[in-house]
């Protein structure tokens, strides 16, 4: 198992990091997905066939680039 904390600028409430949450979980191999909107950090623990780069890149197309 991988793990990350990604930082992401656009966060600015729950709801943000629920919607994160909501698309990273529908992921294949994704299995944690928390976040805190005050320090704007996303932790993420997943397995093959997730990847950073295909994580990194569902975040781009949902609007929450990571740093």
């Not at 709801?15 to 992921?27: G, Q, S, T, Y």
């Not at 994704?30 to 990194?56: C, F, N, Q, Y």
Request: hydrophobic fraction near 35%.
């Amino acid at each position: 198992m991988e793990k990350q904390d990604l930082t992401i600028p656009n966060i600015s409430c729950g709801h943000c990091v629920a919607a994160i949450k909501d698309e990273l979980n529908e992921m294949d191999g994704v299995s944690t997905v928390s976040g805190d909107p005050e320090s704007k950090v996303m932790h993420v623990e997943w397995d093959v066939p997730a990847t950073l780069a295909s994580i990194r890149e569902k975040l781009q197309e949902i609007n929450y680039p990571a740093d």
